[in-house]
């Protein structure tokens, strides 16, 4: 049983994910752009944060450098993930201190609920 | 003293300063060794004939008697050795011992009493007498010419062989000694011997002709006008036979009218020197006063001879036009003190260029070519306004202010006129003055033609190089531009293929919702469908990343983040991903797989490479099985993914790997969607991540994939 936040601009995305993880009794926060998702994250304090890079009003990478700052939100392992894969924003996230970088064409909701379990054991 | 004395003495001086000239000068070879004895010979028989004119009683007169015919026993020897040896032989040693045998043998004689000389006699007037013994006639008479005789021989036949240089110098030894020999045996030796003893001087003096030209052929070793030297030595021969003969015959003939009794022979041949030195020392002082005199009353005479080869110097100097008419007309018109000086270069019936020293200003107005038309149509030429008579010529020429026209013309072509002005001290054109220029017109003509072609060379290749920088600046925009476009597709590709994930991965992630039961219960019918979709839509997300691979490769950007990963777990994902294009299908998929194999690379390019290859066997093989195995061999991992799908024709082998190529064209009605690059795709990831890939295949029956990446290094 864990608090995951995802960070999710796309709707449809966000829910697929909700599904699935709420499906397996986690409790899903869902924030649509990244002003919200860093807020959510300091007021929540979840035990996973999936973040994406694209969104609006404040990039993912933007959130997780602000969420490295604040110290309650420092140590919550933070999962990158992003269809613009590319070598210098994977390469930044990963500077940022994000845990992991996924590229979310290749990912099944199955695989990421994997990898999210696998921190939670943690 | 007496003056045939003072001659000898003279002589002797010379010899010596020549020697000592030869001495110092030449190099120290054998063969100019074997010449300084000559020379050495000579210096002794002149002071030996000194002091034997000079010796007061008959003793003394004795003794340089004998050394009077001792020293010249050396001269041929030192010469016949010289012959041997130049210019560079070696001397046969029995020769050598030979000739100085003979030599000390004759120089014995000499000495000897009543061998060679017998005595003297000093009459009360004239020359003193010699008596010769036994051994003048019958060897002293032989030694001398034949042993001049043999070393002639011998420098003849080397004068055929050797190189230019040398023949010169063997040239100029023997034309002196032939021109000094033929007096001195004449005076000296012949003529003694028949008891006439007035002229057994001469050949000390000649002699030093002889070695005035051996000196000058071997110290200065570069001989320049050798012909101008020959022709000189002829013709001054020639002069002074003539010149002799005539006083000679005149003295004795007027001697005779005159005088009424014989003339002495020691007049005639004073005389006969004298008006020598009269006729040689004539030319040289004529020049000397005239250079003097002219100095003085003529500061306006220039040398023509000097003035040319000075101009000719200027405009073979250089071949810009400009510099060219200036440099030179500012010399010539100093030099023959003329006011004004211009050239004009004609072309097309046209005045082109108007040319002119540095201080004057030069205009094309001031010339009209209808006046420069008469000129250049005239036949007479140079023009010079004072020589032509009243006319349209001498009207054109007044005109334009000119004085002198030499028409610049190249076969029939006039390229240009050479015009000037009047002389500064008023005076008409001197012959001089119109000698130089008849010479230096056609000479300059080519000069100016030479700077002419130059100049349009230069021209040419101006233009040229502005050609090729406008060319080299158009493809530098247009590669600008390219560039550019290059840059906003790789852009446009990148941006694009990110949209277009973006909704790929919402439905992917949707259907399998659905399928995996999270939405609730769905028919069987219903997840067919789904199945189809969930399919058609993965394979829509690997040809975009398809395309943003491409686009990466392309720009140079494709980038390797390596580590070290193991492979199971992947092949497990892969393998479980890719199981949806087996529904509907019998075809059987097995894999295997060492355990535990770690590589060194980029992981999700290895991910990529292996959902494209075995993806690509699952998709092309309809019946059948496709079994993938991975196994470590040589320091690489080898993937090998082998299928039961038609085989590749031999010829579509090679064209597999290259960018948008696809086989399906023998795979008549199989043909499969797909963007042809795959293939491309993985091999250059592979090869960028020290993999490779290759296939086997037999048409019709199946085809095995390979390929490989390196194994993680061993650490310790």
């Not at chain 2, 063997?170 to 032939?178: D, E, F, N, P, R």
């Not at chain 2, 005076?187 to 001469?202: A, D, V």
């Not at chain 2, 000479?443 to 502005?466: C, H, M, P």
Request: proline share 3%; aromatic share 12%.
């Amino acid at each position: 049983m864990g608090k995951i936040l995802i960070v999710e601009d796309d709707p449809l995305i966000g829910k697929v994910y909700a599904t699935r993880l709420s499906a397996d009794k986690h409790q899903v926060i869902l924030a649509d752009n990244g002003e919200s998702g860093l807020k959510a994250a300091k007021e929540n304090l979840p035990d996973v944060i999936i973040l994406d890079i694209m969104m609006p009003k404040m990039s993912g990478l933007e959130v997780l450098a602000e969420l490295k700052k604040f110290p309650g939100t420092a140590k919550i392992p933070v999962i990158v993930y992003s269809n613009l894969a590319r070598e210098n924003e994977i390469a930044q996230a990963k500077k940022l201190g994000a845990i992991e970088f996924l590229a979310k064409a290749n990912l099944t909701p199955q695989q990421l609920v994997n990898k999210i379990e696998s921190y939670i054991k943690k | 003293m007496d003056f045939i004395s003072i001659l000898v003495f003279t002589s002797l001086v010379l010899n010596i300063l020549l020697g000592m000239v030869f001495y110092s000068r030449a190099p120290r070879k054998k063969a100019y060794f074997a010449f300084e004895f000559t020379i050495f010979g000579i210096i002794g028989w002149c002071l030996s004939m000194f002091f034997y004119r000079e010796a007061p009683d008959i003793f003394t007169t004795l003794f340089w008697v004998k050394m009077l015919y001792l020293f010249p026993t050396f001269i041929p020897a030192g010469f016949i050795l010289f012959g041997i040896l130049f210019p560079n032989y070696k001397l046969n040693k029995l020769y050598f011992i030979f000739i100085v045998l003979l030599n000390l043998l004759m120089g014995f004689l000499c000495l000897w009493p009543r061998a060679v000389i017998t005595g003297v006699a000093i009459p009360p007037t004239g020359e003193k007498i010699i008596y010769f013994g036994w051994a003048y006639y019958y060897l002293y008479l032989f030694y001398i010419p034949l042993l001049f005789m043999l070393s002639y021989l011998i420098l003849f036949k080397k004068f055929r062989h050797e190189t230019p240089l040398v023949r010169q110098q063997i040239l100029y030894v023997l034309m002196g000694l032939t021109g000094a020999s033929t007096f001195g045996i004449t005076s000296n030796l012949i003529l003694p011997t028949f008891g006439y003893f007035k002229l057994n001087w001469l050949g000390q003096v000649t002699l030093f002709f002889w070695v005035g030209c051996a000196t000058y052929a071997i110290v200065k070793h570069r001989l320049i006008n050798i012909r101008l030297v020959v022709a000189r030595t002829v013709s001054y021969t020639f002069l002074m036979f003539v010149l002799s003969t005539f006083y000679i015959f005149s003295l004795f003939s007027l001697g005779k009218l005159f005088y009424q009794e014989n003339v002495t022979s020691l007049q005639i041949i004073i005389n006969v020197f004298l008006s020598l030195i009269v006729a040689f020392t004539f030319q040289p002082l004529r020049r000397f006063l005239e250079k003097i005199t002219d100095k003085i009353f003529f500061h306006d005479r220039y040398n023509t001879e000097e003035l040319l080869s000075e101009l000719t110097g200027i405009i073979s100097s250089t071949l810009i036009l400009k510099n060219l008419v200036q440099s030179s007309l500012n010399r010539l018109l100093t030099k023959t003190k003329i006011e004004k000086g211009t050239l004009l270069l004609l072309e097309h019936n046209t005045i082109k260029e108007v040319l002119q020293t540095k201080t004057e200003i030069a205009t094309t107005e001031k010339f009209n070519y209808a006046d420069i038309e008469i000129l250049i149509n005239s036949v007479r030429q140079p023009l010079i306004l004072d020589e032509l008579p009243e006319g349209s010529r001498k009207e054109a020429l007044r005109k334009i202010g000119y004085y002198f026209v030499g028409k610049l013309q190249v076969k029939e072509k006039v390229i240009g006129l050479l015009l000037l002005g009047e002389k500064l001290s008023g005076d008409i054109y001197s012959s001089q003055d119109i000698e130089l220029l008849t010479i230096l017109a056609p000479q300059f003509t080519v000069a100016i033609e030479n700077a002419l072609a130059y100049q349009k060379i230069q021209k040419f290749s101006e233009t040229l190089k502005l050609e090729v920088d406008h060319a080299t600046e158009e493809l530098r925009h247009t590669n600008e531009k390219l560039r550019q476009v290059s840059s906003l597709k790789d852009e446009f590709v990148s941006l694009t293929s990110h949209e277009l994930r973006t909704p790929l991965t919402a439905i992917a992630g949707s259907i399998s919702t659905v399928l995996d039961g999270y939405a609730g219960e769905i028919d069987k019918k219903a997840k067919e469908f789904l199945d189809g979709a969930y399919n058609e839509n993965l394979r829509l997300i690997r040809l975009v990343n398809n395309l943003l691979n491409i686009s990466r490769i392309e720009s140079g950007r494709l980038k390797f983040n390596f580590t070290d990963f193991e492979l199971g777990p992947i092949i497990d994902e892969v393998s479980e991903n890719l199981k949806s294009e087996l529904v509907g299908k019998k075809v059987t998929y097995v894999y295997s797989y060492e355990p535990k194999l770690v590589v060194t690379a980029d992981q999700d390019k290895a991910r990529e490479i292996i959902i494209n290859i075995v993806g690509n066997a699952l998709k092309y093989t309809d019946q059948g099985s496709v079994s993938f195995t991975v196994s470590s061999q040589n320091g690489f991992v080898l993937f090998s993914i082998q299928d039961t799908g038609h085989g590749i024709h031999p010829e579509d082998q090679l064209k597999l790997f290259k960018k948008f190529e696809r086989v399906d064209s023998h795979d008549t009605g199989m043909a499969k969607g797909g963007t042809g690059l795959g293939l491309y795709i993985c091999r250059t990831l592979l090869e960028g991540m020290g993999g490779d890939i290759w296939l086997k295949s037999e048409y019709g029956k199946g085809t095995t994939f390979y390929f490989i990446l390196p194994l993680k290094l061993a650490k310790n």
